[in-house]
């Protein structure tokens, strides 16, 4: 008798852990210039930040998370051509969400994101300082206000 195989699909704060850890190693691959990793872990970090972005139990705080985590991936992915990266804007989401949510946006994707990495990527990415990905710095003053 064959065995029925079950599959659980992850929570969206599951795979918003997942796409952080696969965006921080898309960031160590490019240092390294290991161009293959980075795809493979960009595209997976596109893959768990898409998993949010339908989960219908999602936070607001989560899909805004989602969206920097996405556009972060899509630059690391370095394919030409990404459909859809211009129009996140994740500076006028998280603007939108109460303080709270706010300060927990800003403190989970500054986590186990080495500013070092994240300031020499983009910039080797060609990715303007006012990128959205670069949220939680570019919000933080307001955060503290």
């Known amino acids: ?19 952080r850890d696969d965006i921080n190693e898309a960031r160590e691959a490019f240092m390294r210039a290991d161009g293959h990793r980075q795809a493979q872990c960009a595209r997976s970090a596109i893959d768990s930040a898409a998993t949010i972005l339908v989960d219908p139990g999602a936070t607001p705080r989560e899909v805004v998370a989602a969206h ?14 990404t459909c859809g ?5 994740t500076v006028r989401e998280a ?7 706010q300060k927990w946006l ?5 986590s186990r994101r080495p500013t070092t990495q994240q300031s020499s990527t ?14 939680p710095w570019r919000l933080e003053s307001r955060w503290r206000s």
């Open 106 to 110: 800003q403190n989970y994707l500054a």
């Open 95 to 101: 603007s939108t969400l109460p303080a709270e949510d």
């Open 68 to 81: 920097s985590f996405l556009g972060e991936a899509l630059a690391l992915d370095g394919r030409p051509n």
């Open 122 to 135: 983009t910039a080797d990415l060609g990715i303007a300082p006012v990128a959205k990905i670069t949220l």
């Open 85 to 89: 990266v211009e129009s996140i804007d």
């Open 1 to 19: 008798m064959p065995t029925k195989m079950t599959i659980k699909e992850p929570t969206a704060s599951e795979a918003l852990a997942q796409a």
